[in-house]
């Protein structure tokens, strides 16, 4: 526990000498867009996430996480932007040597509202439900519960710089509330994009469970290039995840991961 507290420390300070803003390329803006999850434009960011040393028996896990963002114009002064991830998970070896599954994980929803204007023209921010769905196709791939919860997300972007934080807590309600899981969940994140269009990002997906008084926390460092096939703007990319903290049932160490965002044209 004594690792947690400087690395989530560490990764909500602002970047160093934030750079001011200038004329930016089209390829830093894409770029900048995607990285934003108060975007105001259709992306499929999709993730693909190689595990090893899963759980108390070692075993191995394949997560490919595909999560539409999809903003809707509310009002003249509001926006909601909806982000749902869905886990496809292919594991052997996590609950019992020999075992495998393979499916659908619990799909997540929230729900951002956030104002055109940004608090003091700098800090763009959003705040809404988020409900965890019991939906895993295979027991061993969910929490076995639904949960609802509250979720906030702020950022700021500063020339190359975008640097904020996602926020939530969950509770599970189908057997009490809170009775199976209640879990805190914090993600700050700092990027740089470059003016051809590649993004840095280091951030952490760092959770609490208080129910089993369990933290995970894991750091991931990370670059994507902007490219065009045909007409269609895309982001590609990969890095590693440490493993600071683990749950039960998370990795240990190092895990390797892909990334691909797809912009989508609006209507």
């Known amino acids: 526990m004594k690792r947690v507290l400087p690395l989530v ?21 894409v770029a900048q867009e995607a990285v934003n999850p108060l975007t105001t434009s259709y992306w499929i960011p999709i993730q693909y996430e190689f595990s090893e040393d899963v759980g108390p028996n070692d075993g191995t896990r394949h997560t490919t996480n595909i999560q539409p963002i999809i903003p809707f114009e509310i009002s003249e002064d509001w926006n909601l932007i909806t982000r749902t991830i869905i886990p496809v998970i292919s594991q052997s070896d996590v609950t019992a040597d020999g075992e495998s599954e393979s499916g659908i994980g619990d799909i997540n929803a929230t729900f951002f509202f956030s104002p055109d204007e940004a608090v003091g023209g700098q800090w763009t921010h959003g705040f809404g ?99 065009q096939l045909g007409d269609v703007p895309m982001l590609a990319g990969g890095g590693i995840k440490y493993w600071a903290e683990s749950g039960e049932y998370d990795p240990e160490g190092v895990t390797l991961n892909l990334n691909l965002y797809i912009l989508l044209p609006r209507s």
């Not at 934030?18 to 390329?25: D, N, V, W």
């Open 9 to 29: 420390s560490l990764l909500c300070m602002p970047a160093m000498a934030l750079a001011e803003s200038g004329t930016k390329t089209k390829e830093q803006q």
């Open 129 to 227: 439900p988020t409900v965890n769905f019991d939906s895993a196709s295979d027991e061993a791939l969910g929490s076995g519960e639904t949960g609802v919860g509250l979720s906030y997300v702020g950022l700021t972007v500063q020339g190359p710089w975008t640097v904020g934080f996602l926020a939530s807590h969950t509770y599970s309600v189908e057997k009490g509330v809170g009775d199976t899981y209640s879990t805190t969940f914090v993600q700050p994140f700092i990027d740089y994009t470059t003016t051809w269009g590649t993004t840095f990002e280091l951030t952490s997906e760092t959770s609490y469970e208080w129910q089993g008084d369990e933290w995970s926390v894991p750091v991931s460092l990370t670059a994507s290039q902007y490219f």
